[in-house]
């Protein structure tokens, strides 16, 4: 369960609160003799990061998918270039 940031209009008072997803959001100020309503602050939360190459590629492709696609991208690679040949000399007159 997240952790909601919220914040009194009246005080400014900022709390925390752990709640669940699906629970309703605060709208008074649960500091005493205050009253005043709450607004719920945008937060980054925890997020998920993602690391390497691609976890769905490796993690969760079966072996037949991985093969097809290292075919397909053979198959679609432009051809290798062929190294330059070095221009011929031209032929030696010989004497005659």
Known sequence: ????????????????VFQ?????KLTDCPEPGCGGKVKRLLGTGGGI????????????RSS???????AE???????AAAPA???AAPAAKSAE
């Open 1 to 16: 369960m997240p952790n909601y940031d919220y914040e009194c209009e009246k005080c400014a008072k900022r709390f925390e």
């Open 20 to 24: 669940g997803m699906n629970d309703a």
């Open 49 to 60: 990061i993602f690391k390497g190459a691609g976890f769905y590629q490796t993690d969760y």
């Open 64 to 70: 037949s998918y991985q093969a097809g696609a290292k």
């Open 73 to 79: 991208g053979a198959a679609s690679a432009p051809p």
């Open 85 to 87: 040949a070095a221009p």
